[in-house]
């Protein structure tokens, strides 16, 4: 079992509807929790980040954290095309190490 | 520096040749992350640093990787005798410490290629 895991996609989404992105994690003891977006040929950038259960919203994200059912999520509302890109999880433990899902690829049509 | 730093941006080797990977962390940072990320591929943790320490080496592939850290800053990623499935971009990555709340940020990666 991988110690994060995300749905590969393509996840096509139709410009102004919501994108819904999942990832389950392994290790119980995972304490940070982060979204990053990486587009084709460039490294990851920073979009989300969560350390506690519910939600946090910031701009057209919001992140939703559920340590119980070790479960995170990002929403996308109102996707754009310059939201296409691969979105990335990753889960942090408490001595510093930080795991990465394999990402899900967004793909937003006009 | 504002962000971390990587050299070289792209490098073309032949196999079975030796090749140096660095990375300036952001200044201040303590926490420094390697990690290889194939061709559409995720992001395979390689190794982690906390100063000059590296209480995680899982990640190495093989005993043809190598990595040190000094001066609590620069970090060198080394590859001897590489072979065609070494090619990848090498993303180092920092933080600010190791706690609940710290965020790592990329640098913009090495990127290799084995012929």
């Known amino acids: 079992q991988k110690e994060v895991e995300q749905n590969s996609g393509p996840l096509s989404v139709p410009e102004g509807a919501i994108a819904s992105l999942n990832c389950t994690y392994s290790?119980?003891?995972?304490?940070?929790f982060f979204w990053y977006r990486q587009y084709s040929g460039k490294s990851p950038e920073l979009i989300m980040s969560i350390y506690s259960n519910g939600d946090k919203e910031d701009g057209r994200f919001t992140a939703q954290l559920n340590k119980a059912s070790q479960y995170v999520s990002l929403l996308i509302r109102d996707s754009q095309p310059s939201d296409s890109a691969t979105y990335l999880c990753a889960v942090g433990n408490s001595w510093g190490k930080f795991q990465f899902g394999a990402g899900t690829q967004v793909v937003v049509t006009p | 520096g504002a962000g971390v730093s990587q050299s070289p941006s792209n490098k073309v080797t032949e196999k079975g040749k030796d090749v140096e990977l660095r990375c300036d962390p952001i200044s201040g940072h303590t926490a420094l992350y390697w990690y290889r990320q194939r061709l559409g591929q995720g992001l395979e943790f390689l190794i982690y640093?906390?100063?000059?320490?590296?209480?995680?080496k899982s990640g190495l592939p093989s005993d043809r990787f190598s990595a040190e850290r000094t001066g609590e800053s620069v970090s060198t990623l080394t590859i001897q005798r590489t072979q065609q499935e070494d090619s990848a971009v090498y993303l180092c990555a920092s933080s600010l410490d190791r706690g609940l709340g710290n965020t790592i940020y990329f640098g913009e990666g090495s990127w290799l290629t084995v012929v």
């Open positions: 640093f906390q100063g000059n320490s590296a209480p995680d």
């Open positions: 290790d119980r003891g995972s304490q940070s």
